[in-house]
């Protein structure tokens, strides 16, 4: 979007701007601090955000801290990503009563209140562009996400204070955001005050913005705008190579660091729940006392030995192969399947590992033993 | 030797296209023959002396126990070989091998062949090959039976 | 309440507003009658409550739902020409193929489908044409041979192939060659169907891996029915399905006597929650089998894919 016509407000402004969202009857839905961490919640003003709290993250590893500074996003992310606002942890399908030899079908309405993402960061955007591919584009939409994803009006804050354990612009995702936003915004904390550049993706994007009092952006806080991300970017020191990735995974599936992974890697699945792009889903039926039938969809993992279950046991039956999957899924196969990287870089199954596996450095060691294969996957060739 | 029995026996996928003069040394030690339904081809414990090439119909290579009669271990048709014992001493049948249709054959002495083989070490390592490719494929097929494919753990 | 809720309508008539958005909502099925094909496998015939049966292409699937209990995915085992009930033959492996098998005449079972891709039979004559047209020989009405080779309960999805090529080929020549193995004689499914094909012409063998009183058909592998079977392997399509055992070693045997790769087709399978790519469940590598599959063409990476341990 073009930086020409970006405006400038001030914390006043994204309170109004949260305001006039309210007032259109979008659920207001933003970063909040919860248990300890930047999670998804109710927003109605300013207060409610995570203002003067800072995260700290590397693998394993994730703390808050509040510094009591009037910055509102210099966080990086949470474990909480948007795709549960879109994509709940649970959706009921349908339900049926039984009526004589009949079943009476009965399905729940996909008219949701619009929702409003505020603080969705440029790597969420781009996850949310992963998931559309999935759920949304492809042969058979799901009407849940469809209506939820179609509605949601999205206030993107660019990244000015990435953490350690984010690797977007290996990714391409961030700091900055281009598209896919009716609002972006990047705060600016400099000598001349505490303001934001916003953006405008969107005709009710301006809709919006015309409701809040805003002036016009100067040069200079374009400017500002610009060294906040070429700062982010410089700092994002984590990274991983792209270059022929996928390729490279597809053609190692026999290398020793699977196992080598397999060994700290427990299968919880964490990974899977904070990933803003894993979608793998159940579907359970149940039978209420009096009969009534439902069925519901709830998040899965392929970390689970169920998930890959076929009569008789699991086809994944060692950590191992679970891991291999999860891994080639995100960075080889969902390529195939999808036409697009299955990571954004956000770094949350880094962070939220409780054992600290990050997928870079894994990546980085196939790459670096290329063509290395585990002791018994080949006959006369051994590991090196 | 006839030179009927002899097309017979360059005809048999054992030997297509093996050199006229080996086809001859081997239908020097054949002869032809046909077998009712029913009747043995070869019974477990006998000396093993011949190797019979199937022409046509179908062999049923069985062994018998108690209570359960004959039991079938594996069908061959035409073009099929039965008979290995003849091979390597003891030289004795482990199992039987009965005509299920009107069975005819070429039974090739293994005494004699044993005996060529020997004296044209050429045409023994020739034979050789196309009889250990035969008794791999058949190796193999046994292995994955031994498996219960379509069974209850088998049947993914 | 919501206007889409809890309003009672008739049985089957209940649709989303827009057609293809509920397509995780199964149609209601009477079951119309049932076969016991063997001690584990039973054949249901279903009938839509309302409305019309579906269309499909012989190898694909359906998301079957027996009532307060599950889903499974299980291959439609009818014809598509077929004017009667839409077939499918369950084994049952667990819970929800327990209750399907269970399942007794006026019985409602859920439909969702059919999901997935189809052995490709139009194909199959496509490809043999332009193969003759290129040749520039004269035998344009003579059609390739077709080989189907089924492994147990694997017959099932193949068991409409085989009527369709049957139907078609009566005129066009080209021969349809049909190898089944099973367990042992018990476990043979479709016996009546194999006299028929017998009869409409094809080359029916049908093998056992272990004897039984009173068989006096073939015993051994599928591979060694395979292996004494008459077609032309410059000019024929396979279409295999049983445990990928047996397809890989089907696929071999067939490779091995000069077939192409490319025009062997096997039938894959793994847990298939959704049929409509959503769920995650079914991926095989860069697959997802309910998308991709489960007719894939053992070539390339499908042929990797079944020697690649865990997958």
């Given at each position: 979007?073009?930086?020409?016509?970006?405006?400038?407000?001030?914390?006043?402004?994204?309170?109004?701007?949260?305001?006039?969202?309210?007032?259109?009857?979008?659920?207001?839905?933003?970063?909040?601090?919860?248990?300890?961490?930047?999670?998804?919640?109710?927003?109605?003003?300013?207060?409610?955000?995570?203002?003067?709290?800072?995260?700290?993250?590397?693998?394993?590893?994730?703390?808050?801290?509040?510094?009591?500074?009037?910055?509102?996003?210099?966080?990086?992310?949470?474990?909480?990503?948007?795709?549960?606002?879109?994509?709940?942890?649970?959706?009921?399908?349908?339900?049926?009563?039984?009526?004589?030899?009949?079943?009476?079908?009965?399905?729940?309405?996909?008219?949701?209140?619009?929702?409003?993402?505020?603080?969705?960061?440029?790597?969420?955007?781009?996850?949310?562009?992963?998931?559309?591919?999935?759920?949304?584009?492809?042969?058979?939409?799901?009407?849940?996400?469809?209506?939820?994803?179609?509605?949601?009006?999205?206030?993107?804050?660019?990244?000015?204070?990435?953490?350690?354990?984010?690797?977007?612009?290996?990714?391409?995702?961030?700091?900055?955001?281009?598209?896919?936003?009716?609002?972006?915004?990047?705060?600016?904390?400099?000598?001349?005050?505490?303001?934001?550049?916003?953006?405008?993706?969107?005709?009710?994007?301006?809709?919006?913005?015309?409701?809040?009092?805003?002036?016009?952006?100067?040069?200079?806080?374009?400017?500002?705008?610009?060294?906040?991300?070429?700062?982010?970017?410089?700092?994002?020191?984590?990274?991983?190579?792209?270059?022929?990735?996928?390729?490279?995974?597809?053609?190692?599936?026999?290398?020793?660091?699977?196992?080598?992974?397999?060994?700290?890697?427990?299968?919880?699945?964490?990974?899977?729940?904070?990933?803003?792009?894993?979608?793998?889903?159940?579907?359970?039926?149940?039978?209420?006392?009096?009969?009534?039938?439902?069925?519901?969809?709830?998040?899965?993992?392929?970390?689970?030995?169920?998930?890959?279950?076929?009569?008789?046991?699991?086809?994944?039956?060692t950590t191992s192969s679970r891991y291999r999957q999860w891994l080639t899924h995100k960075l080889s196969t969902w390529w195939d399947q999808f036409g697009t990287s299955g990571c954004v870089g956000c770094g949350r199954c880094i962070a939220w590992c409780p054992v600290g596996i990050d997928l870079t450095e894994e990546a980085a060691a196939i790459r670096s033993t290329d063509g290395a294969v585990r002791p018994g996957a080949a006959p006369g060739r051994v590991s090196s | 030797m006839t030179k009927e029995l002899a097309q017979l026996v360059a005809g048999h996928p054992l030997l297509a296209g093996l050199p006229g003069d080996a086809?001859?040394?081997?239908?020097?030690?054949?002869?032809?023959?046909?077998?009712?339904?029913?009747?043995?081809?070869?019974?477990?414990?006998?000396?093993?002396?011949?190797?019979?090439?199937?022409?046509?119909?179908?062999?049923?290579?069985?062994?018998?126990?108690?209570?359960?009669?004959?039991?079938?271990?594996?069908?061959?048709?035409?073009?099929?070989?039965?008979?290995?014992?003849?091979?390597?001493?003891?030289?004795?049948?482990?199992?039987?091998?009965?005509?299920?249709?009107?069975?005819?054959?070429?039974?090739?002495?293994?005494?004699?062949?044993?005996?060529?083989?020997?004296?044209?070490?050429?045409?023994?390592?020739?034979?050789?090959?196309?009889?250990?490719?035969?008794?791999?494929?058949?190796?193999?097929?046994?292995?994955?039976?031994?498996?219960?494919?379509?069974?209850?753990?088998?049947?993914? | 309440?919501?206007?889409?809720?809890?309003?009672?309508?008739?049985?089957?008539?209940?649709?989303?507003?827009?057609?293809?958005?509920?397509?995780?909502?199964?149609?209601?099925?009477?079951?119309?009658?049932?076969?016991?094909?063997?001690?584990?496998?039973?054949?249901?015939?279903?009938?839509?409550?309302?409305?019309?049966?579906?269309?499909?292409?012989?190898?694909?699937?359906?998301?079957?739902?027996?009532?307060?209990?599950?889903?499974?995915?299980?291959?439609?085992?009818?014809?598509?020409?077929?004017?009667?009930?839409?077939?499918?033959?369950?084994?049952?492996?667990?819970?929800?193929?327990?209750?399907?098998?269970?399942?007794?005449?006026?019985?409602?079972?859920?439909?969702?489908?059919?999901?997935?891709?189809?052995?490709?039979?139009?194909?199959?004559?496509?490809?043999?044409?332009?193969?003759?047209?290129?040749?520039?020989?004269?035998?344009?009405?003579?059609?390739?041979?077709?080989?189907?080779?089924?492994?147990?309960?694997?017959?099932?999805?193949?068991?409409?192939?085989?009527?369709?090529?049957?139907?078609?080929?009566?005129?066009?020549?080209?021969?349809?060659?049909?190898?089944?193995?099973?367990?042992?004689?018990?476990?043979?499914?479709?016996?009546?169907?194999?006299?028929?094909?017998?009869?409409?012409?094809?080359?029916?063998?049908?093998?056992?891996?272990?004897?039984?009183?009173?068989?006096?058909?073939?015993?051994?592998?599928?591979?060694?029915?395979?292996?004494?079977?008459?077609?032309?392997?410059?000019?024929?399509?396979?279409?295999?399905?049983?445990?990928?055992?047996?397809?890989?070693?089907?696929?071999?045997?067939?490779?091995?006597?000069?077939?192409?790769?490319?025009?062997?087709?096997?039938?894959?399978?793994?847990?298939?929650?959704?049929?409509?790519?959503?769920?995650?469940?079914?991926?095989?590598?860069?697959?997802?089998?309910?998308?991709?599959?489960?007719?894939?063409?053992?070539?390339?990476?499908?042929?990797?894919?079944?020697?690649?341990?865990?997958?």
């Amino acid at each position: 979007m073009e930086t020409a016509d970006a405006r400038l407000i001030d914390a006043q402004g994204l309170d109004a701007v949260i305001a006039v969202l309210g007032e259109l009857g979008y659920d207001t839905r933003g970063p909040v601090v919860r248990d300890g961490a930047v999670m998804p919640g109710t927003v109605t003003g300013v207060v409610d955000l995570p203002v003067g709290y800072h995260d700290e993250q590397a693998p394993g590893h994730y703390q808050l801290e509040y510094r009591g500074d009037n910055t509102v996003f210099a966080w990086a992310v949470g474990p909480g990503s948007w795709k549960a606002e879109l994509f709940p942890p649970t959706q009921e399908l349908w339900r049926a009563t039984r009526d004589g030899g009949d079943l009476t079908f009965s399905e729940p309405d996909a008219d949701y209140r619009p929702l409003a993402l505020i603080g969705a960061r440029p790597c969420e955007l781009a996850a949310l562009d992963v998931l559309d591919r999935v759920l949304r584009d492809g042969g058979t939409p799901d009407p849940h996400y469809r209506a939820r994803r179609d509605g949601a009006f999205i206030v993107v804050a660019e990244c000015g204070v990435p953490a350690a354990t984010c690797f977007c612009t290996s990714m391409g995702t961030g700091p900055g955001a281009d598209v896919g936003f009716d609002l972006a915004l990047t705060e600016l904390d400099d000598g001349a005050g505490h303001r934001f550049v916003v953006r405008v993706g969107s005709e009710r994007g301006a809709e919006v913005l015309a409701g809040v009092s805003s002036l016009p952006a100067s040069p200079a806080n374009l400017e500002g705008r610009r060294q906040v991300l070429a700062a982010a970017a410089d700092a994002t020191t984590r990274q991983l190579s792209v270059d022929g990735l996928g390729a490279l995974l597809a053609r190692n599936l026999d290398h020793p660091r699977w196992d080598e992974a397999a060994q700290r890697c427990l299968a919880c699945g964490n990974c899977t729940l904070v990933c803003p792009t894993c979608f793998c889903s159940d579907v359970r039926d149940t039978t209420t006392l009096t009969g009534e039938i439902r069925r519901q969809r709830s998040w899965a993992s392929c970390f689970d030995l169920d998930h890959s279950y076929l009569h008789g046991g699991p086809v994944r039956a060692t950590t191992s192969s679970r891991y291999r999957q999860w891994l080639t899924h995100k960075l080889s196969t969902w390529w195939d399947q999808f036409g697009t990287s299955g990571c954004v870089g956000c770094g949350r199954c880094i962070a939220w590992c409780p054992v600290g596996i990050d997928l870079t450095e894994e990546a980085a060691a196939i790459r670096s033993t290329d063509g290395a294969v585990r002791p018994g996957a080949a006959p006369g060739r051994v590991s090196s | 030797m006839t030179k009927e029995l002899a097309q017979l026996v360059a005809g048999h996928p054992l030997l297509a296209g093996l050199p006229g003069d080996a086809v001859a040394t081997v239908a020097g030690c054949a002869r032809n023959m046909a077998f009712s339904p029913g009747a043995l081809l070869l019974a477990e414990g006998d000396p093993a002396d011949t190797l019979y090439l199937v022409r046509r119909g179908r062999v049923a290579i069985e062994v018998h126990s108690p209570g359960r009669g004959q039991i079938v271990i594996e069908t061959v048709g035409p073009g099929a070989v039965v008979g290995w014992s003849w091979l390597v001493p003891p030289y004795r049948w482990h199992f039987d091998a009965r005509a299920i249709d009107p069975v005819g054959a070429i039974a090739v002495d293994g005494a004699c062949l044993r005996q060529k083989a020997e004296a044209d070490p050429a045409l023994g390592y020739a034979l050789m090959k196309r009889v250990a490719a035969i008794l791999l494929e058949r190796l193999q097929m046994t292995r994955v039976r031994v498996l219960d494919l379509y069974g209850d753990d088998g049947a993914r | 309440m919501p206007a889409d809720q809890g309003v009672a309508v008739p049985t089957g008539l209940r649709r989303g507003k827009d057609r293809g958005t509920r397509a995780l909502t199964p149609v209601p099925y009477r079951v119309v009658s049932r076969r016991r094909e063997t001690d584990d496998v039973t054949t249901l015939s279903l009938a839509p409550v309302a409305g019309v049966a579906m269309a499909f292409r012989p190898g694909q699937f359906n998301m079957l739902t027996a009532f307060g209990v599950g889903e499974a995915a299980i291959s439609i085992s009818s014809a598509p020409s077929s004017s009667g009930p839409l077939e499918h033959t369950v084994r049952d492996v667990g819970t929800v193929t327990h209750s399907l098998c269970a399942a007794r005449v006026g019985d409602l079972v859920g439909v969702r489908g059919p999901f997935g891709t189809d052995w490709g039979l139009a194909e199959v004559d496509d490809q043999v044409d332009t193969l003759h047209t290129l040749g520039g020989t004269t035998h344009a009405h003579l059609r390739g041979d077709v080989v189907v080779v089924a492994g147990g309960i694997g017959l099932a999805p193949l068991r409409g192939a085989v009527y369709e090529l049957l139907a078609r080929r009566s005129h066009d020549g080209g021969g349809v060659v049909v190898c089944v193995g099973a367990r042992d004689p018990s476990q043979i499914v479709f016996r009546d169907d194999l006299e028929e094909w017998t009869r409409a012409g094809a080359e029916v063998s049908v093998t056992v891996d272990v004897s039984a009183p009173g068989w006096t058909g073939h015993v051994g592998l599928v591979t060694s029915v395979l292996g004494d079977a008459h077609f032309d392997p410059s000019r024929t399509t396979a279409l295999v399905c049983g445990p990928e055992i047996m397809m890989r070693f089907t696929a071999r045997a067939l490779t091995d006597r000069g077939m192409d790769p490319g025009r062997i087709r096997v039938s894959l399978e793994r847990n298939m929650q959704c049929g409509v790519a959503w769920c995650g469940h079914c991926q095989l590598g860069p697959f997802l089998l309910c998308r991709d599959g489960p007719v894939l063409p053992y070539a390339g990476i499908v042929a990797h894919l079944l020697t690649e341990p865990e997958r």
